[in-house]
């Protein structure tokens, strides 16, 4: 793939066009829009998950392909078990909350593979395709137009060592719990547009850390980072996590105005079943959030989600053992042993159509209730093989200090919201057998157009303590951001058991902002505006037994840092 043709509609250079640059057609999808963003990529909308997901859907497509491909040129006696090997091979997923390091796999500059000869087979020593992508010559030469390949390959970090000492920098499993825990609904589960964490906002982080200000960062040219492919499978299978414990608010609700794409004007009405540009079906009509939203429809799936034989309460508790075993704060890092499976994998389908390819097949969903499902496989789908990281786990509580260069002056805090509804849900189990506990964030919401530089990390520290940062990228282009950032036991132990307002209080006398910008300079916050910082207080009641996660009942907000925002600051 690396060294096809870079006009192929199925070379490395083309699909990972599709994100960001060139900027041109793929798949026939032409330019509809000339205002805004100009890749087919949508970020910090609900869209971002569900988009991604055919994405990545079609790069493990046309790996499958080469790989049979390869296999067929197997000597005879061999030949069986490699073809047999291509038709089980998945897209695997770098799992970066479990295992803070770049894989192995992504580090070495050559690997030895076997390599069939007209007398058997013999190994042999390869450019490691995983280490770099290279520009082709034309894409140099600027015949694709404008292109920032001067270095010759994809940009990263100078080391795997400052990458890996980058991925410290956040508790990434601690995140995801809180994600899992606390988000109330599909929209803000996923998207940086809605209020609180999202696992968009958690992404952000790892393009940040893996980055060290190269193209993994910006998102004309991220695809082309050979790490990305590994991120977004992981993102993918979070998202399928989900989806299995929310079935009925598993994708795409209500619509919205798009804030415009390659092939989406700006304004453009989104919902449930709004291409997904440049992305078909097999039967040639477009995906959709509706025809993607069910892995089964790509013949895929993640560890414990046996969707064919498990009914959707049983899903539902696999999930959430998966999430509490991998991420919670009682979780080992691995799973218990599985039930005997009841069915044995096959290879996975093709779901997704590139130029030129026929099929006669089609595929259909409904939606009833704002719940999508796919129709049912015949037989199991290929499980993904997962995580490709070679090693321990390694994890941090306490995140590497970065310098700030203000300090904010006392304000008066006022309380922004209170979350009724959330009261109302139901209890896992009899509320007489769970504790209660509070989990204390400091919540952020930020107008882009209103920082001077982006990409860039607004920093977040209490006194001489770092609580965290929020990554703000690039796209979306205009608009508010949103992320959440928990403060850890050792801050809250220093800050005392007070009142909520009390402690807003405390902590907004204390509380100080930076603005980093990728070469580590700083930005005195106190010059900017379009930023709101609150102290936010949920309680939580625990869960009972490994199939139960935190539930969130009731959140109040209170506002410590107000530096206005152009229209409101939307409490979604």
Known sequence: MHGRDPTHPESFFQIAGIHGRPFMPYNNAGPANTTSWQG??????ALFLIWHRPFVALFEQVIVKEAKALAAAYPEELRLTYLKAAE?????YWDWALHQRLPQVVVSEKIEIKVPTKDGMSTEMIANPLYTYKFPEEVKQGKFGEFNATAGHSLGCASSAVTNANLLGVDYKRSLYKLYSESPDFRHFSTTAS???SLEAVHDWVHWHVSCGGQFLETEYSAFNTMFMLHHANVDRLWAYWQAMHPDDSTIGSSYPSPGSFSVPKGTPIDIDSPLYPFRQISGDGHTPRTVNNIATFGYTYERLEYWHMSEEQLKHAAIQ?????YGPDGTGKLPEPEQSASKPISSKTSTQIVSTQSTQSQSTQSQSGKISAPAPTSQPTASSGNVTVGSATNSSSPTSIAVSSVLPSVAVSPSSVSAGMASQPSLVNSEMQSEYKSISIGLSVEVTRLPVRPCILEI??????????PVMKMPEEGIVHSSISIDENIMAELGD??????ASKIAAQLRVTLVKVDKSTID???LSGIVINVEETEMVAPTSNFELPQAVNTSSFVVMEKPILGCVRVE
């Open 40 to 45: 087919y990529s949508p970020h910090a909308e």
């Open 88 to 92: 089980n091979l998945c897209m695997p």
């Open 195 to 197: 209020n609180g964490t």
């Open 322 to 326: 998966v999430i509490n075993s991998l």
């Open 461 to 470: 520290s209490i006194g001489n303590q770092r609580v965290g940062g929020m």
């Open 498 to 503: 007070i009142a909520h307002v009390e402690l």
């Open 525 to 527: 916050v106190s010059q």
